[in-house]
């Protein structure tokens, strides 16, 4: 988490470069990926990082919103809320199939399996 912490310490301020729109790298972006490290070890905050993530993200990137809706999933089940995870996979393996992401669709199965 430290190292997250340095990173959002270093991040430009103001508006994305325009010169290189193929990779997106801002505070949203950064609270992704740190929203992923806190569901993978199974943090509480795990919850709130990703929420607030997902509140702020720019609509067009529907590959990071599937991210962030399975690692809710992930969340909710680390802290054994299995109503709240069977919510965030249903949501989360309709947006991984229409992008066609089998890789949140492989984690998406994972997690339905761990809640039967």
């Known amino acids: 988490m430290r190292a997250f912490d340095r990173a959002a310490a270093l991040l430009p301020s103001g508006l994305p470069d325009e010169h290189r729109p193929d990779v997106a790298l801002d505070a949203v972006h950064l609270a992704r990926w740190r929203g992923h490290a806190l569901a993978r070890i199974g943090e509480p905050q795990a919850v709130h990082v990703p929420e607030a993530a997902l509140n702020s993200l720019d609509p067009t990137f529907a590959r990071a919103e599937a991210g962030l809706k399975v690692d809710l999933a992930a969340a909710f089940v680390a802290r ?4 709240e995870a069977r919510e ?13 992401s089998t ?9 339905q399996n761990s809640l039967t």
Not at 80 to 83: G, L, M, S
Not at 103 to 111: E, G, H, P, S
């Open 80 to 83: 054994q809320q299995p109503e």
């Open 88 to 100: 965030h996979i249903t949501k989360a393996r309709l947006l991984a199939t229409e992008i066609g």
């Open 103 to 111: 890789r949140q669709l492989r984690r998406l199965t994972r997690l």
